[in-house]
């Protein structure tokens, strides 16, 4: 089992900045690849970015591809979520994802542990 803590999230204007974090425990940490997901009211769960075990290979939606950063510390078993150029768009509630594989993965079924969620909300 893993437990997955999301924090960072909260309320900012558009063009501005937040910071993502997912704190893991459990097992260990550094066999999993993650993932952050994303859903907004009325929509499906979509992928936003993803990272491999190590850290060494990274993967973004297209939509927020050169705005977002995703990176790891296994050392502190976390993960975080650079968020820059913030959109209105990007309004919903982001959720941090493990998978007991080495390489990340876009689907969400392919995720089998799942924070709560952090409520992330952009004003125009």
């Known amino acids: 089992q893993v437990q997955l803590v999301e924090s960072g999230g909260g309320l900012v204007q558009a063009g501005g900045s937040l910071r993502l974090s997912c704190a893991a425990s459990g097992r260990t940490f550094s066999n999993y690849a993650m993932g952050w997901f994303r859903q907004a009211p009325g929509k499906e769960r979509e992928f936003v970015a993803a990272i491999s075990y190590s850290g060494s290979t990274t993967y973004y939606a297209d939509s927020v591809k050169g705005r977002f950063t995703i990176s790891r510390d296994n050392a502190k078993n976390t993960m975080a979520l650079q968020m820059n150029s913030l959109k209105p768009e990007d309004t919903a509630i982001y959720y941090c994802?493990?998978?007991?594989?080495?390489?990340?993965?876009?689907?969400?079924?392919?995720?089998?542990?799942w924070g709560q969620g952090t409520q992330v909300t952009v004003s125009s």
């Open positions: 994802s493990a998978r007991d594989y080495r390489m990340g993965s876009r689907s969400p079924m392919e995720y089998s542990y």
